[in-house]
C-alpha cells in the first residue's frame, strides 16, 4: 500500500462505527493479500499467541478490529479479547479473526471476592485491595456470549456507582478547579460504555491526564503540575513526559497517575464482585474456561504502572486448594512478568492439582508489544499448545457446551489433562487448515 492510502485505510480500525471498523479489515487484508509481514518473520511459521488483548470496550487504545490486526502483523498465531466486565466486543473478534484467517477466542476478566474462605483478608492478586481477586473467563462459548453479557449487567451497574464516587475523591485531590474531571462529560465519552463497555479506573485517570494536558499542553510543565500532587515522576517515565512531541503522551501520564494516586482514591469495590462460588457455578454452567489469574510478588513493575508489593506468594499451596475445591479449571500467567523461582513453583502446582496453564501479555497500552518473547522458550512450549486447545474447546463448545474441554462427557472420555489438550489442540488445528484454505 502506498503511504497515504495505508494511512486512510487504519484509520477505519479507529471509527467509532462497529462496520467501518471491519469493512477497514477486509480492505486491508485484499489490499496485503500477497501476505503481511512481522519485521523478516513469516506469520505462517509462527509459534507466538497471546489470549489477554484488552480493547476499547474495556481500556485499551485498540479497537477489536485493530487489536486483530496488530495481533496479526506482530506475528502471533492466535489472538484473544479479554475485556474487564464485558463482551461487547466478542462478535466483532471473531469476526476480525475470519476476515485475517486468524484463530481467536473470547475471555472477559472480572474480579471475585474469597470473603468466606481460608484467605479471606488477604493480599491476593488485587494490588488495590484484599480479598478480591482477577479471575478470567476464558474459552467462551459463542453462543454464551449473551449469557455473559447479562451476568455483567449488575456488576456494570454496581462499578457505575463506585467510579461517580471515586471521580469525586479525585477532584477533592485537586486544586486547580480548571483539571477537575466531571464523570458524565469527560470520563463516558472516552468509554465504550454506551455499547455495553466498562468504565475502570484508567479510564478515570486517562481523563484526568487528557485534563491535565488541555490546559498545560505537553512537555516539561507537566512534571511540574504533578509535584503539586506529590508526584515526582523519574527515570523513563520523566524522559516521556519532558517529550512534548511523545505520541503516547496522555497514556505514558496515565501510567505515572495510576501508580501514586490510586491508593489516594480508591474506594473498595462490594457488591460488584460475586462470590467466588457464583463465579465458577456461572462458568461451568455455560462452559467456560475459569482461570485464576496468577500475579506474584512484584519487584519491578513491567509496565511501570505497579509498585513493588507482595501477593499470592507465601500461600500459594493453600490458594491453589482453594481454587482447585472451588472448582476452577485453569491458572493463567505471564512468563515475562515472573521470576523462573515463581514460574517453576506456579508450573509445578498446576500440575500437581490437574489445572490447565494459559498465557497472555495483558495488553491495554500502545508502548506493549503483542508478541512474549519469554514464551518462546522451549520450556513453554506447553502454552502453545494450550493457546490451541482453547481454540478448540471454544469452537466445540459453541457447537455443544457437553462437547467442551472440561464438561464431565469430555473428562470421562479423556481423564488425562494432557491427553485432552492433545486432543482439542488437534482438533482445533485441524478446522484452522480446512478454514484457511478456502
Known sequence: MENKAAESLLSKLDSADRRVRLEGLAEIMETNKSGIKAGDDNISASRDVNSHIHTIYSFSPYSPSAAVYHSLKAGLVT??????????????????????????TVGAELRISFAGTAIEGRRINNPDQDTVAYVAFHGIPHSEIDAVADFFVPIGKARERRNRAMTGRI??????PDIHIDYDNDVLPISMKHEGGSVTERHLLFALACKITGKFSKG????????DLGIIPKGRSLEYLEDRLNPQYE???????????????????????VPVSEAAAFAKKHGIVLAYAY????????????????????YLELLFKI???????????????????????????????GLFQISGEDINQPRQKFVCEAMRSSEFSNLYDSAWALIGHELEATN???????SPKTIEKFPDLQNRITEFRDKAMAYHDVATAK
Do not use: W
Not at 500475579?295 to 513493588?308: E, F, H, M, Q
Not at 500467567?333 to 509445578?348: V, W
Open 251 to 273: 497514556y505514558d501520564l496515565l501510567n505515572v497517575l495510576k501508580g501514586s494516586m490510586v491508593e489516594k482514591f480508591y474506594l473498595p469495590a462490594t457488591d460488584e464482585c
Open 400 to 406: 455443544d457446551k457437553e462437547r467442551g474441554m472440561f
Open 323 to 353: 481454587i482447585a475445591d472451588a472448582g476452577f479449571d485453569s491458572v493463567t500467567y505471564m512468563p515475562s512478568r515472573n521470576t523462573s523461582e515463581q514460574l517453576s513453583g506456579i508450573r509445578e502446582l498446576c500440575n500437581r492439582y
Open 220 to 227: 516539561s510543565a507537566v512534571p511540574e503540575v504533578l509535584k
Open 79 to 104: 489472538t484473544g479479547i479479554m475485556d474487564h466486565d464485558s463482551v461487547a466486543g466478542a462478535r466483532e473478534f471473531i469476526e476480525a479473526g475470519s476476515i485475517c484467517k486468524m484463530p481467536v
Open 295 to 314: 500475579l506474584g510478588d512484584v519487584t519491578d513493575s513491567v509496565t511501570g504502572d505497579k509498585k513493588a508489593q507482595k501477593f499470592e506468594d507465601d
Open 171 to 176: 477532584n477533592e485531590l485537586l486544586s486547580d
